[in-house]
């Protein structure tokens, strides 16, 4: 924890000293679970992760960003266990340049981007981010992301290029275009990967596909696919539907966090760390994968919300949840609780029992 301060204390009073505006914003997570793993065999963890992030003004056309995240934290390991060292991470520290009279920015340093659903990023990247505005209706984004450097004298970097494109309009469209480059195994990927939403009324859908062309010495593979996320609000009940499907040879990701809704076969809203069987199976799949899930939500009360999903993974296995939310301090601190079980194809049963707190500020 001391050297938690030393790093925060001179970050906290040189944004200080120099900022003409400063904002603090984070996240203070602690969630808890009980469960089975692929061989049936019991057990359970409770961890807790912090989040915070200093954004600084420093004149009207540079900013500076720094956050940190201490955690995740598994209670009697290691950083959670009496006596031990808490795990400190800098995630972001980047400046942002305003182009006076250009309407772009440039974003230097490590940065925070996704993609639409996460299926190919969600995470942070050491790299430079050109944001630009053409017209009133169209935002671009280009952006080069340093994934590996490696020895800095041999050619094994891996680097990824991104351009983004998307038009502001009553049906929003929009179009990423990602190239990557292995040099460590002469590898290389171009994605193509257009999308759009739609609101009417109640309803509303997000859709994305994607072809990619994975090329490797001299063999050349394809793949394609895309998901759909849809909606409808009928007051009393929410309804939401989400479908995933890929080809033999999927997509090609650099740090996908895509949530299904299930916490046995998929990535949940409330835990991201008990999936036992997925492994970004859109990614060098063999086969046809599909994921396939339905969900509700029922508010209760201002405060109360009940919520619950069923779906599956093809040749994979089903899996049913529920649970309830409860806003303890609006707009603050909020808690869950849920439960769910899967069935594998292998017959192996999984269950999982959860609850989470999450203060957002």
Same mark, same amino acid.
């Given at each position: 924890?001391?050297?938690? #301060?030393?790093?925060?204390?001179?970050?906290? *009073?040189?944004?200080?000293?120099?900022?003409?505006?400063?904002?603090? %914003?984070?996240?203070?997570?602690?969630?808890?679970?009980?469960?089975?793993?692929?061989?049936?065999?019991?057990?359970?963890?409770?961890?807790?992760?912090?989040?915070?992030?200093?954004? %600084?003004?420093?004149?009207?056309?540079?900013?500076?960003?720094?956050?940190?995240?201490?955690?995740?934290? #598994?209670?009697?390991?290691?950083?959670?266990?009496?006596?031990?060292?808490?795990?400190?991470?800098?995630?972001?520290?980047?400046?942002?340049?305003?182009?006076?009279?250009?309407?772009?920015?440039?974003?230097?340093?490590?940065?925070?981007?996704?993609?639409?659903?996460?299926?190919?990023?969600?995470?942070?990247?050491?790299?430079?981010?050109?944001?630009?505005?053409?017209?009133?209706?169209?935002?671009?984004?280009?952006?080069?992301?340093? *994934?590996?450097?490696?020895?800095?004298?041999?050619?094994?970097?891996?680097?990824?290029?991104?351009?983004?494109?998307?038009? @502001?309009?009553?049906?929003?469209?929009?179009?990423?275009?990602?190239?990557?480059?292995?040099?460590?195994?002469?590898? %290389?990927?171009?994605?193509?990967?257009?999308?759009?939403?739609?609101?009417?009324?109640?309803?509303?859908?997000?859709? #994305?596909?994607?072809?990619?062309?994975?090329?490797?010495?001299?063999?050349?593979?394809?793949?394609?696919?895309?998901? #759909?996320?849809?909606?409808? @609000?009928?007051?009393?009940?929410?309804?939401?539907?989400?479908?995933?499907?890929?080809? =033999?040879?999927?997509?090609?990701?650099?740090?996908?966090?895509?949530?299904?809704?299930?916490?046995?076969?998929?990535?949940?809203?409330?835990?991201?760390?008990?999936?036992?069987?997925?492994?970004?199976?859109?990614?060098?799949?063999?086969?046809?994968?599909?994921?396939?899930?339905?969900?509700?939500?029922?508010? *209760?009360?201002?405060?109360?919300?009940?919520?619950?999903?069923?779906?599956?993974?093809?040749?994979?296995?089903?899996?049913?949840?529920?649970?309830? =939310?409860?806003?303890?301090?609006?707009?603050?601190?909020?808690?869950?609780?849920?439960?769910?079980?899967?069935?594998?194809?292998?017959?192996?049963?999984?269950?999982?029992?959860?609850?989470?707190?999450?203060?957002?500020?």
């Amino acid at each position: 924890m001391k050297k938690i #301060i030393l790093v925060l204390i001179p970050l906290l *009073v040189l944004t200080g000293l120099y900022a003409v505006e400063f904002d603090i %914003s984070g996240q203070n997570r602690a969630r808890a679970a009980i469960y089975n793993n692929a061989a049936e065999v019991d057990g359970g963890h409770i961890d807790n992760r912090f989040n915070i992030g200093f954004d %600084s003004q420093f004149h009207q056309n540079l900013s500076f960003r720094v956050a940190a995240e201490i955690g995740d934290i #598994i209670w009697g390991n290691g950083g959670g266990a009496i006596g031990t060292d808490v795990a400190f991470d800098i995630k972001e520290l980047n400046f942002n340049y305003n182009i006076e009279g250009n309407d772009a920015n440039i974003i230097v340093g490590q940065q925070y981007w996704m993609d639409k659903m996460g299926l190919v990023m969600d995470d942070t990247f050491s790299g430079i981010m050109l944001q630009k505005q053409f017209g009133d209706a169209i935002d671009a984004e280009f952006a080069w992301m340093k *994934v590996k450097e490696g020895p800095r004298n041999l050619k094994d970097d891996h680097d990824v290029f991104m351009a983004h494109a998307k038009m @502001d309009m009553e049906m929003p469209i929009g179009m990423y275009l990602f190239f990557g480059n292995y040099e460590d195994v002469d590898a %290389s990927n171009l994605t193509f990967m257009p999308y759009l939403s739609m609101e009417m009324g109640p309803a509303g859908f997000d859709a #994305i596909a994607f072809i990619d062309m994975q090329m490797q010495n001299d063999d050349t593979e394809m793949g394609f696919g895309g998901a #759909i996320k849809a909606k409808m @609000d009928l007051d009393m009940l929410e309804l939401g539907a989400d479908l995933l499907l890929a080809t =033999e040879n999927g997509l090609s990701t650099v740090s996908p966090w895509y949530q299904n809704g299930l916490y046995i076969y998929g990535i949940g809203k409330y835990h991201d760390g008990l999936n036992l069987y997925w492994n970004t199976p859109y990614e060098g799949n063999a086969d046809m994968f599909m994921s396939a899930v339905g969900s509700l939500r029922a508010p *209760v009360s201002e405060k109360i919300a009940l919520f619950g999903a069923f779906g599956f993974l093809t040749d994979t296995g089903i899996e049913m949840n529920a649970g309830m =939310e409860y806003e303890l301090i609006p707009d603050l601190l909020n808690m869950a609780a849920y439960g769910a079980y899967g069935i594998h194809d292998d017959d192996t049963n999984n269950y999982i029992l959860g609850t989470s707190m999450n203060i957002e500020f």
